[in-house]
Nanobody
Framework: QVQVVESGGGLVQPGGSLRLSCAASGSRFSAYAMGWYRQAPGKERELVARIVNSGSTNYGDSVKGRFTISRDYDKNTADLQMNSLKPEDTAVYYC?????????WGQGTQVTVSS
């Protein structure tokens, strides 16, 4: 079993930055991919960023050029650096690790962008 825990959310003003962190623990495993989704009230969950074993990354169109995902596969951590934040980035951010064909999710962390 894999446990995933996020941290780093909070309140930030438009134009500001936040860094989210995510760590996975449990039985010894090797994650194929890790990343972040988000869900705003009344909206579907959407991809924010994903990184796979090769180092290849995918970003949602709305965050390209502003957000950067990084990972440490040895430590099973994944961070999301968020810059130039906008009010529309307000959402609950969920981290996931994909292990042996299964996605393991964290409980989510709230990010609120408001003046």
């Amino acid at each position: 079993q894999v446990q995933v825990v996020e941290s780093g959310g909070g309140l930030v003003q438009p134009g500001g930055s936040l860094r989210l962190s995510c760590a996975a623990s449990g039985s010894r495993f090797s994650a194929y991919a890790m990343g972040w989704y988000r869900q705003a009230p009344g909206k579907e969950r959407e991809l924010v960023a994903r990184i796979v074993n090769s180092g290849s990354t995918n970003y949602g169109d709305s965050v390209k050029g502003r957000f950067t995902i990084s990972r440490d596969y040895d430590k099973n951590t994944a961070d999301l650096q968020m810059n130039s934040l906008k009010p529309e980035d307000t959402a609950v951010y969920y981290c996931f690790f994909r292990v042996s064909g299964t996605n393991y999710w964290g409980q989510g962390t709230q990010v609120t962008v408001s003046s």
